[in-house]
């Protein structure tokens, strides 16, 4: 009888409840279709799915653990709603005792959490050692960190090329004090700047990173990768972007490295394997014209490779 008092009662309210149900479940499916498209665009909720082998890895973890929390939460939240309203004591509800200090109910809970997660470290595990797994690489290149820019320093078959990544002059412009340039008329401010590091796509391209000042860290969100330079310490991050999807992505310094920690951008142009071997004659090409021409006439518009300065020297040795 009482049962079903409180059914019909509930009834009266269940359109205006209904309504709001449907209303909230739509905006939460909303939020997930916006979360799962991973755009990188201003704004988004999510990661970025990215443009390489890892970050597609990292990305799918991240979605799997996120999916694994979702249900853990509507298990648990569903229970408890439940629980609060179904079983409150206004109705007459009795507290049911049998669950304190039930051995079973203690096992159950341990054992399930611990299930979900080996079942979660396992994948993760894999991705990690594949993250720190820099063997076999087609393409080294040194990356060392300053106040404020960045060295690319080419090794192997591309040895010789070096240059230094300083941020553009539009945005160097821009960003001083009463210049007068609005930020929004500038491309990419701040996040552009004079020399990229040119990698191959469908590559393994190894980047072994040092600083010859303070901490720095390399960071570019499609990459899904992040690392620190650290002075004295050469750390090794691996990325392979997807052919057919060569093009210029963009990251910032990721460790706060002194006051103009918000001005080293990194910029990254990869091109496809022919267009970049195209690039590295070019660079030696060029290498090979500054050796041969006097340093006062060097053409102001050389190649980047031509305007290498000499490097703070970590020897050859430690590198390979
Ligand atoms: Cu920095």
């Known amino acids: 009888m009482n049962v079903y008092r409180l059914t019909a009662k509930h009834d009266r309210s269940a359109r205006p409840r209904a309504r709001f149900l449907g209303r909230a479940l739509g905006a939460l499916a909303g939020l997930l279709a916006a979360g799962a498209a991973g755009a990188s665009a201003p704004g988004a909720m999510n990661m970025p799915v990215g443009v390489t082998v890892l970050s597609r890895d990292i990305y799918r973890l991240h979605m799997e653990a996120l999916w694994v929390c979702v249900a853990i939460a509507v ?26 200090h039930s051995t079973k109910a203690e096992i159950i809970w341990t054992v399930i959490p611990v299930l979900i997660l080996v079942a979660m470290a396992l994948p993760a595990t894999k991705t990690l050692l594949k993250i720190e797994d820099t063997r076999g690489s087609d393409l080294t290149v040194r990356v060392t960190g300053y106040q404020w820019k960045w060295q690319y320093q080419y090794l192997g078959a591309a040895s010789g090329i070096s240059f230094f990544s300083t941020l553009s002059q539009s945005s160097n412009f821009a960003r001083q004090l009463h210049s007068g340039i609005d930020p929004k008329t500038v491309p990419h ?11 191959p796509s469908g590559e393994k391209v190894r980047l072994l990173l040092t600083s010859a000042d ?21 750390n090794e991050l691996w990325v392979k972007v997807d052919p057919g999807k060569e093009g210029v992505y963009r990251g910032q310094c990721a460790a706060l490295c002194g006051r103009d920690h918000g001005f080293m951008p990194i910029v990254v142009d990869v091109k496809t394997p022919a267009e970049f071997q195209k690039w590295v004659a070019e660079q030696k090409a060029a290498l090979k014209q500054a050796a041969n021409t006097p340093a006062a006439s060097a053409p102001n518009d050389a190649p980047v490779a031509a305007a290498a300065k000499p490097v703070r020297a970590l020897t050859a040795q430690a590198l390979n």
């Open 75 to 100: 298990v648990v939240f569903g229970a408890m709603i439940v629980a609060m309203f179904r079983f409150r004591h206004s109705r007459g509800a009795v507290p049911d005792t049998s669950m304190t």
């Open 189 to 199: 401010y701040l996040l552009s700047v004079d020399h990229p590091l040119v990698i």
């Open 214 to 234: 303070v901490i720095h860290a390399w960071w570019v969100p499609d990459f899904g990768v992040k690392r620190s330079a650290i002075p004295g310490f050469i």
